[in-house]
């Protein structure tokens, strides 16, 4: 997949003020303070034009937090733009999540979860979603069959980034003494997370969306065009 560094290549959510048509605001080496304080922009946007087209199935987010766009899957790496997208990422009322682009609602395709947690250097505990806005607290854990690790704070469910679980698996115990790889499959396995005592679930990669609630590949409803 190819990175995506100008915000022309963003078209397909791109509305200039005024016309239904792609912003193309940032060129290579232009400034990114065109993405200052654009949440009050977005809701001006939203107010101005309300009935703007949902978009579906053009955003994805992937295992490690990357945002990727089009059905080739172009990495969007003007760190501007990622920014922007991160600050303007929610969760809808029936579980999808979207970015609000002004005011159109990209729907977000998930590769796992809506929010990929990152360890801290010093301290591996200390969690950021992909957004960049710091965890307080971890309130629930688990793990699947492939030993991803599943994590719910207060800022909503997700995954942690795959190049961070070597500082945060050997921290998880199993009651019997056995090895964490040999327990994956064995839901009859207590498991513990050793800093604080708190339970590690058991949880099928295929149930985690009922679980906690969000849906990986939001479509458009048949009778509204918000969710």
């Known amino acids: 997949a190819r990175d995506v560094s100008r915000a022309a290549r963003f078209a397909p959510f791109g509305w200039r003020e005024g016309h239904p048509r792609p912003i193309a605001i940032l060129e290579p080496g232009s400034s990114i303070r065109a993405f200052d304080h654009m949440e009050e922009a977005v809701v ?129 115990h199993a009651s019997s003494g056995r090895a964490l790889e040999d327990c994956l499959v064995d839901a009859d396995e207590a498991l513990r997370f050793g800093p604080t005592g708190m339970p590690v679930e058991h949880l099928s990669a295929d149930s985690l969306e009922t679980e906690f609630g969000f849906v990986r590949h939001p479509s458009a409803p048949i009778s509204a065009n918000r969710s």
């Open 44 to 172: 001006r946007a939203m107010a101005r034009w309300p009935n703007v087209p949902d978009c579906y199935g053009w955003l994805t987010l992937t295992r490690r937090g990357e945002w990727r766009i089009g059905e080739r899957r172009e990495r969007i790496a003007h760190r501007g733009l990622s920014e922007f997208i991160n600050r303007n990422y929610l969760a809808g009322e029936r579980g999808a999540w979207f970015f609000q682009n002004g005011p159109q609602r990209v729907w977000v395709s998930l590769d796992y979860m809506p929010l990929v947690y990152r360890s801290g250097h010093d301290e591996p505990t200390q969690l950021t979603a992909h957004t960049g806005t710091p965890a307080r607290s971890i309130e629930r854990m688990a793990i699947d069959q492939d030993g991803s690790l599943i994590l719910v704070t207060e800022l909503g469910p997700g995954v942690l980034d795959d190049r961070d679980l070597a500082a945060m698996l050997p921290m998880i």
